[in-house]
Structures are given as structure tokens and as C-alpha cells.
């Protein structure tokens, strides 16, 4: 009886002491990969060392592209270009941003005229890609609109997946395509 | 001018006897699991036609030329297998007057081609006349032949022309050798395509460049009613739109006065109507041009994405993809857009919908988990078969007796975005034969034209 007594006690010391263990472990393991996610968006160099998966994690947001690679400006401090998702023309948090930006500097500039290019990334059909490449044109162009730029300074040209920017064949690259660009005219 | 290209002078030297069929014969529903033999003989010439031709075309041996012709195409289709000609035992002329049968038993062929090769002149311009015959080996007796004229530089599509008919006689379905192919041939790094129409004969060869590369150029389709005349989508002064061309005459218009991007265009079966998507204000709808009264009119009303429409042979109905499921699915409505109806319901996105010239079935691009393939289904959307699958492929096309699809397939890119290409595929409906169809450059978009008229 003692001796099972003891025994007992000792098992759950062990046992006690096993889940305070995995517990701490969790716990470091998730602070390492959260400090390397925030260093790797703060600097570039810093993301070509990660490994690919925490490389993708700072770069994209569900598949929309949030990275700052192949993006232009259309003025000093203003970006040229919004992402967006598969399949999508919805424009995320981070693009109306972009596009309310550029309004303000379209609005400040009002002699200049654009064009919104519209395009698509390779997994798709070119005409449908055609197509989708107008929406998400016209969905920049709406916002635009909406923030006070006449329409008669913005066209939309839809180059679907003929023009991409980025020739590799994988998702991060396919991020990048799929995008409009806001192009001087003038 | 027609007459020039193509003094077609007919003999059929030997009645059709209808029971010549139980001999030969190839039932090409099936795979190719069992090519039949075949001995393509080099047609013979006389000194004078040899120098004459020498003169015209420098070419040494045109008999020669003339049965590798038909023996690549024959051997292409998978349904049969050309035996070396180093095999061979008897000589070119005799053969083409009356075959040894047991010689060419022999070597094991069921199937012998022979012919012959003269020059002519006729209004002191200088013609070939080319002569040929299909003997049945086993039943010992010549089944089919004809003898034709054209001018010198036309010898291939005569080899063609004879393609065709020994396709015929021992498929019972009707050729696609005398057809040419026109697609979008590409150059250059994946992010700055130069890309221009050209125009080929099936087997390849005759190459020909329709524009420049000085502005992006998309899709081209012939009309099925016109072997002269193709529609494309051209950036033209950054105006995406779609055009008509006469390729003889090289003139092209826009097609309409649309405000917005027209492009996906086909013609209409008889040649009359160009159907096509306009994509305006974030939308794309599918319009038809009547090209005689020059009348156009939105067939599909609704705010998702429709496009890629196809007539159906008969001009009746037209299938096309929409994303009005929420992805990209096929759908097929009557000619004058009424009486939608989606047809795709498998798993996966369906695009690129084409209907096929025998009316009974529609070749279509289908992407599931990350891969594209190319398939057919009914024209209600029963019996889908997969053809082939691959990391990317799209843009169907038929063979004008619907036996054969042609498309385009791109590779995957290496970790540093090297590697890129395109090429022309075709395959066979069984899902068997699959293969390149070369191309001088990279290329797209392909689309096949009807058999071609004199």
C-alpha cells in the first residue's frame, strides 16, 4: 500500500512536471517564430535568410501579395500598385490605402491622367484572365472615383496574364501578378 | 488566279468497288494499339520532270519528298507504321504499274502507296502533275487513286491532298492533312513576350508570319467558312480589340465600334456572324456582329464574367464560361442568348468551352488542385473524359473532322523563374497519341482550319 502510494505520488510529479515542460516549450517556440515574422517584414535582407514558409507569411496575407518588391511609385511616396486575391477583384484594406493615396495626389495634380493596367496571374485561361484583368481594373478605377478623380482621367487597360512582373511559377510569384498598376498617361 | 493554283484533273482510275472495304480497313474509335503497316513507295519522275523541277523548286528528288509527306502524316496519326523504305524490294515504276504483291507481302505490308511524277506545260507556265495509287496488299488489287495538276510549289499540299484520301479509304472518316494551322508565336523572357500570328500547314512547315511583334496579339481563329480569313485580338495602339483579316490580301478591320475591350472572338459556322466578349465598366458580356448587316447585339445580360463563346456546327447554340456560380463554369444558351443553362459539374473550374464540328461533343480546359486539363464532355454535360493533364494547358482546338484536339501548354518555371515555354500539343480524342506539333518558335493559341477549298 505504501509503497503504491509513493509510487502514485511520484507518477504525478512526473507527470506534473512533463506538461508544465511541453507547456514552456509551446510557449518559446511561438515567441521565436512571432519575433522572426515582425524582423522579417521590418527588413528585407532579414526575409531572404527565413526559411520559405515564414518568408511567405511576411509577404502574403491569405494570398493577397503585402511584400514591397516590384512595387513603383506614381509619385514620391505614393505606390503604383494594389494585389489582390485569386480569383478576386475585391481590394483589401492595405489596396484602398494605396488608392486613397493616389486620389490625393491625382486631386493635387489635376493635370495628370492615368491608366489603370489590370492583371492577372498564369492559372487561369487567358480570355477569362482578359476579362478579370478589367475587373480589378475598374475596381481601382472605382475607387478612385469614389475619392474624387473624375472618370475622364482614368482609362483601364486589361493585359490579363500577358504581362507579368514576376516569371516564376509559384504562389508568391502568382501574389505579385495579380495586380493593377497606376500608370501616368501624360 | 484559283484556277492557277489548283487544275484539279480528276481520275479516279478505278471504279470504287464497295468490297474493297472488308479487306483494309481501321477502326480508329479504339487507341492505337496495333498500327497497321503501310509502304509509301517514292513516286518516280522521268529525266525531263527532273530536271524541271530541279529548275523550279531545287529540289533533287521530288518523288521522294512527295511520299516522306504522306508517310508523316500517316505515321502521326498512330494508326499506322511506315516501314523503311530500304525494305523495300521492287522499284518505284514498276510497283506504281502493277505491284509484285507477294514482294510487299513479303516485308510484311498490308498497305502500299505508289505514283508518279511528270512536268507539264501548260500555256508556257510550267505545272506538275502528280499521279497516285493505294494498292491492297492482301487483296492484291489497287483500291483507290487519283492524278492531280498545280503548279510546282504546291507539291506538298498535293502530298496532302493524298494523305486525305488514304485516310479516307481506310479510316472511313474524312482527312485533316490539307489544313493549315494558325497560332501566336512567341519570343522572348516570360515578362516581355513578343508575340505575332503565324500561319503554318499542319505538318508544320510553310511558316509564315502574319504581323510583326510590334503589338501584342491574341487568339487567332479561322473562319470555318473561309480558309482566308482568321479573327484575332490585337493591342493596336493599346486598344485591345478584335479583328477580322484576309490573309490573302493581308487588308484588317476592327470588327464593331464597341467602347471597351472586345477580344475571345469566333466566327459563326457559316462564316456570317463574329461572336465575341466586350469587357466594359468591370463587366464582360458576350456579343454577336452580323458581319453582312453589321448589326450586333448583347446576347448575355449579367453582371459575372461570360466569355470564351463557341458556336455549335449547326449555328443553333453557343456555350461559353461564366463565373456567375461564383467560378468559372460552362454554360450553353440558344443562338439568340436565351435558355442558359450550366452543363459543368464536376470538381473544378471549367473554361475554354469548344464545340466540336461533329456537334456531339464540347473540348473544354478544366483546373482542379493546381492541375489543367484538357477534356470533352456531352454537349448536355454528361460523360466528361480527361484527355491529359499538366501543370498548365488550355485553349482547345479541333481537327475539322473532329478526330484530333490541338492546344497550347506552358512549363513551370525553375526556382529563378527560368525555363519558361510554349508549345503546341495535340491528342487524339481517345486520350491516346499524344504529341508536339513542331513550331519554328514558341507557340500559343492555336486554331485549326477546315480542309482547305482550291
Sequence with gaps: MNLSKILKNVLLVVLFGLIVTACAT????????????????????????????????????????????????LASGVPDRVFFATNETILTTASRETLRKQAAWLRQNSDVTVVVEGHADERGTREYNLALGERRANAAKDYLMTYGVSSDRIKVLSYGKERPVDSGSNPLSWSKNRRSVTVKAN | MKKNLFLIILFYVILKPSISFSLVEIDITRGNLDPMPISVSPFFSDKITDENIKKNLNIENLGLEISKVIENNLEKTGLFDAIEKEAFLQKPDIAHLKPRFEDWALIKSQVLITGKVTSKIINEKDYINIEFKLWDVLGAKMVDGFSLTTTPRSWRRVGHKISDKVYERLTGESGYFDTRIIYVAEEGPKTQRIKKLALMDQDGFNTKYITLGSELVLTPRFNPANDKEI?????????????IVNLQTGEQKVVGDFRGMTFAPRFSPDGKKLIMSLAKDGNSEIWVRNLETNIQEKLTDHPSIDTSPSYSPDGKFITFNSDRSGYQQIYVMRSDGSKVKRISFGKGIYGTPVWSPRGDLIAFT??????????????????????TENFYQEAPSWSPNGRIIIFYRET???????????????????GYNERLVSTETDASDPSWSSLLGN
Design chain 1, 26 to 73: 509551446k510557449k518559446s517556440v511561438k515567441t521565436t517564430t512571432e519575433s522572426t515574422t515582425t524582423k522579417a517584414a521590418e527588413t528585407q535582407s532579414e526575409t531572404q535568410k527565413a526559411d520559405p514558409i515564414e518568408k511567405l507569411d511576411a509577404l502574403m496575407q491569405g494570398d493577397v501579395y503585402i511584400g514591397s518588391d516590384t512595387v513603383g511609385e
Design chain 2, 366 to 387: 478544366k483546373l482542379h488542385k493546381g492541375k489543367f486539363f484538357i477534356g470533352v464532355m456531352r454537349t448536355d454535360g454528361t460523360g466528361e473524359r480527361l484527355l
Design chain 2, 231 to 243: 479573327t484575332y485580338m490585337s493591342y493596336f495602339r493599346n486598344m485591345p480589340r478584335v479583328y
Design chain 2, 412 to 430: 513551370k518555371t525553375d526556382d529563378k523563374g527560368q525555363g519558361f515555354s510554349a508549345k503546341l500539343w495535340s491528342i487524339d480524342l481517345t
